[in-house]
């Protein structure tokens, strides 16, 4: 198990490439749909009659479009840093401290 561990981390440039352009690859793809959804709430504002100054147009955008990256951003790194064993490679004090195993 502990030979596994090593050949999944990031610390291999093969797989850090690939986990690398594979996040790049999502993050495109949702700044692609969060520029869609910020439109949509823009439209959604403007059907409602809502006051569109240019100050309004741009905090809507910039915030929508803002919030959707950092969740995804967030997300993604999450799953980025499980996916490639990152995690496994977490030192647990608490398991040295208290000497109990999570197996």
């Known amino acids: 198990m502990e030979g596994m561990m090593d050949k999944r981390a990031l610390d291999d440039p093969q797989i850090a490439a690939a986990a690398w352009a594979r ?4 993050m495109r793809w949702m700044a692609f749909w969060g520029v869609l959804f910020a439109g949509a709430v823009l439209s959604f504002l403007y ?6 100054p240019l ?21 993604s790194l999450a799953f980025l840093s499980n996916g490639t064993g990152h995690d496994e490679e977490v030192d647990d004090r608490f398991e040295r401290m208290l000497g109990y195993r999570d197996e």
């Open 47 to 52: 059907w409602q009659g809502t006051p569109m």
């Open 23 to 26: 996040f790049r690859r999502l």
């Open 55 to 75: 100050t309004v147009i741009i905090a809507t955008s910039v915030g929508v479009w803002g919030s959707f990256m950092l969740g995804t951003a967030l997300m």
